[in-house]
């Protein structure tokens, strides 16, 4: 998978992101593949070889989380 440079995050969130409440950059959300808290604006994107682009955790690639795995940071 490449690693995409988005210049601008918050755009691309709220057009990518697959769930009606988005999030603002500065939340901060938990990601239960990893188990770490992460601020949402330093998301990662991946493309796979067939297209698919995947929101994932700030730990990618160490982290195989996407934005399905995080949970709100109550």
Same mark, same amino acid.
């Given at each position: 998978?490449?690693?995409?440079? @988005?210049?601008?995050?918050?755009?691309?969130?709220?057009?990518?992101?697959?769930?009606?409440? @988005?999030?603002?950059?500065?939340?901060?959300?938990? !990601?239960?593949?990893?188990? %770490?808290? @992460?601020?949402?604006?330093?998301?990662?994107?991946?493309?796979?070889? %067939?297209?698919?682009?995947?929101? !994932? !955790?700030?730990?990618?690639?160490? !982290?195989?989380?996407?934005?399905?795995?995080?949970?709100?940071?109550?």
């Amino acid at each position: 998978m490449e690693e995409l440079r @988005i210049k601008d995050k918050q755009k691309y969130l709220s057009t990518n992101y697959p769930f009606t409440d @988005i999030p603002k950059l500065t939340d901060t959300k938990k !990601c239960i593949y990893c188990n %770490s808290v @992460i601020v949402v604006g330093e998301y990662k994107v991946f493309k796979s070889d %067939s297209g698919f682009e995947y929101i !994932c !955790c700030p730990e990618a690639p160490k !982290c195989k989380g996407t934005v399905i795995d995080w949970i709100n940071n109550n």
